[in-house]
């Protein structure tokens, strides 16, 4: 699907309207400029094709030999692309492993035994080598295992809260549901349970267990926790109605390593005016263990590197530092984010403003601003050229979990592609290469890349 | 997936903050109301569910037995939902039949023979009993094809075109490419030709025959004319650039039959203040033999009977009469537009305004209006609602096919979604009820449905 892009790009290079080419001059933002940029990230599917061979690496949990893998795969391609620099930092992460054994088995009178479809939560602890066979208690709320305190002594908590799919966000019903989630293994274990099975937290009507990470409290027992697919939290809700001495007999043998050691993994294009100015473009590159973490997030890390890599391909020096942060173990730590952070502090380095890309790779809608009124005002008067990527509101909101850890920015932007397909592939073997869809990337990655280039040239004020 | 339901309908309809209840006065269309309206098409799913039976039963081509099943099918469907009248609308349509003898074999000198993949476009001729056997022209556009004019005769002509990519708007290329598939055969044929190859139009890298109707010219040898899956077209093009003299075997047996009865399907809530103006909302029931003609367009369809069918669980009365089509032939000939636009002009009725939705099952993105510019102005003020859905756009422009054809009425309007992945289905065998995603799909309906109910509330001016 590349199209004569030799000559497209000496066309992009040679002849270009919209920008000086000459450091120290600031760029033109263009419309010119901005198809061009439209044009390599559509045409070129560079970014596309980088982000298929980072998933064939598999998923990139933190401490994982994977993680490693494609952080040193990723580094080299970096090095290729001839940036001003590129370089790890060293940041410990925690290292769990889910290990292989993982079965929980339903057993109910006068039924054949029935495998049920789940998946140990990010930082289980595991159950005994023979497992451990409870009845289950179905709890709808936090409120109903309060009520039903007195009940739960020995038995397994089966969190069965559906996805709230009457709001239009779906992150907003994601926000409502992962508490159970978070805290679910605490607060069963409260009153007893000797384990907890969470209705997988998901807008995809099929069997594919969702996981993400879980808290303990270190004054209360951790108990085993996993998801279950919809599907099968439907049949087991079924099941402990019609029977109630139904049991399940849960076996997993994860693992919580001793730290270990990871990276972040960055690179830049220096500034010609402001070198000292930086404006971070970034996503995280850690992942869950299912699936490829495709969409969440070597997505958003690609995306982040496309647009250094079209400003290289259009011959633009910045003004401002343009610096790609692929940030590690944003999932289960942000261990890396807060590494990058005291770094940022240490150095005295100035982050004039940072973008993060962690919703998926699907098409553009809006950028998520945490600055002040007047900023996103001065920003808006973007909107006209960021439409021709999709974009159509920049607004007042949270940025992304990485990225927030920075301090004295002028904006903390998050990127936000339409949301309705994102929670049928996060956290879950779902969200592979092939669910990703080369346009709806690529224009992500030129709203991205263009608004690098707008704060780099212009400023916020 | 069904969340308590039943419950939730009772609730919207006994306690409804948003609209009158009774016939004759004007309901307000407020922001309870669409959530109602939302919450119903979202978490319901009836119109998903329903678009899942009606592609089980197959591609819907006109004339074929299939379509007429599914018609019969959709309107025992229309009866049970209990609207004020249902009824068929005779139409005759072009009967064309792709026939079960497909093949292009090319030979190469020195290389095994190679089956290509592809798909006699809709209307082509077949070959002889024994197939056509010539050398291949690639031709990159009319001029080359032109230029090149001696070297036809005797020849295949293949129009490899490639979609461009650059253009966000994939309608926008859609529209460039499809002009050699349209009348690629007769321009084939004016310089000898005696077949034609295209490669199909379409956004996605795989293998698959995207189609599609092409003209023949009564004054010129009509000659067979097929599509080739991209990546054949990209092989073709490199073994003929290896040896000119590589041959394509053609066989097809497609016939055309004489025109078939078939009907459009129609049905209405009567308006109780205004019940002779009249509020479309329609697609087209027809689609290509590929696939399941998902997106393209029972989706639009079934989006159009959700409006009347959340409006009557809503138990509104609307003040102008609501009437959904399901337009037969859109594809290839366009008779069941052209038949009602026949029978509402001889009736006399008042077509107030039209929606159709034809554009795919995706996220709403905006209205295409074609109207007056006040009558748009007008419109854009009920934005703040419709972006409820996801609408963040109402603007000049066209429509629909089917609804083009009607006449004095206020607006007609297009629905559009996110364009991204339409032309990765469009007229495939790619095109199948797995890939409409839910949500995407119940948003559209919500939007047209909120659309409908404001232009039959508070008219347009």
């Known amino acids: 699907m590349k199209i004569n892009l030799l000559f497209l790009m000496l066309l992009c290079c040679l002849n270009h309207p919209g920008y000086s080419g000459e450091p120290g001059i600031p760029n033109k933002v263009t419309t010119a400029l901005a198809d061009s940029v439209i044009t390599i990230a ?76 789940i998946a140990a939560l990010g930082g289980s602890v595991a159950t005994s080598k023979s497992g451990l066979s409870a009845e289950v208690v179905e709890i709808s709320s936090y409120d109903e295992l309060k009520a039903r305190a007195t009940e739960i002594k020995g038995k397994i908590v089966f969190y069965n809260v559906p996805f709230d799919h009457s709001l239009v966000n779906t992150f907003a019903g994601y926000g409502i549901a992962v508490r159970y989630r978070s805290t679910g293994a605490i607060e069963a274990a409260r009153y007893g349970a000797v384990a907890a099975i969470l209705r997988s937290i998901t807008t995809r009507n099929d069997n594919t267990p969702h996981v993400g990470m879980i808290r303990y409290d270190t004054t209360i027992t951790k108990i085993p926790y996993v998801a279950i697919g919809i599907q099968d939290a439907e049949l087991l809700s079924q099941r402990i109605k019609s029977d109630p001495q139904s049991k399940v007999n849960l076996k997993l043998n994860c693992k919580i390593n001793p730290d270990a050691e990871s990276y972040n993994l960055i690179c830049e294009i220096k500034g010609s005016r402001y070198p000292n100015e930086i404006v971070v473009v970034s996503g995280h590159f850690d992942s869950w263990d299912q699936g490829e973490g495709a969409h969440d997030d070597a997505a958003g890390c690609v995306q982040s590197l496309e647009a250094l890599s079209i400003i290289k391909k259009l011959n633009i020096k910045p003004s401002r530092t343009i610096r790609c942060i692929f940030y590690m173990n944003e999932e289960n730590g942000v261990r890396g984010a807060r590494t990058y952070a005291d770094y940022a502090q240490a150095a005295s380095e100035i982050h004039y403003a940072a973008i993060e890309s962690d919703r998926g790779a699907f098409t553009p809608r809006g950028f998520s601003v945490d600055s002040d009124s007047l900023t996103i005002v001065y920003m808006q008067k973007w909107l006209p050229l960021l439409k021709r990527t999709g974009i159509e509101w920049i607004s007042k909101g949270g940025s992304g979990v990485d990225i927030s850890f920075l301090k004295n920015t002028r904006a903390l932007i998050g990127y936000v592609p339409d949301d309705q397909r994102y929670f049928d592939y996060h956290h879950s073997a779902n969200d592979v290469f092939s669910e990703v869809n080369p346009r709806e990337f690529a224009l992500g990655s030129s709203a991205i890349t263009l608004l690098a280039l707008l704060i780099s040239e212009e400023g916020l004020d």
């Open 42 to 117: 559509l045409t070129e599917l560079t970014g596309y094709d980088l982000l298929g061979e980072i998933c064939k690496i598999g998923p990139r949990l933190s401490g994982s030999e994977q993680s490693i893998k494609a952080i040193m795969f990723a580094k080299q391609k970096m090095e290729l692309m001839g940036f001003d620099s590129v370089w790890l930092q060293k940041t410990m992460v925690p290292h769990w492993e889910r290990g292989n054994v993982e079965q929980a088995l339903l057993t109910t009178r006068g039924r054949k035994n029935y495998k049920l479809s």
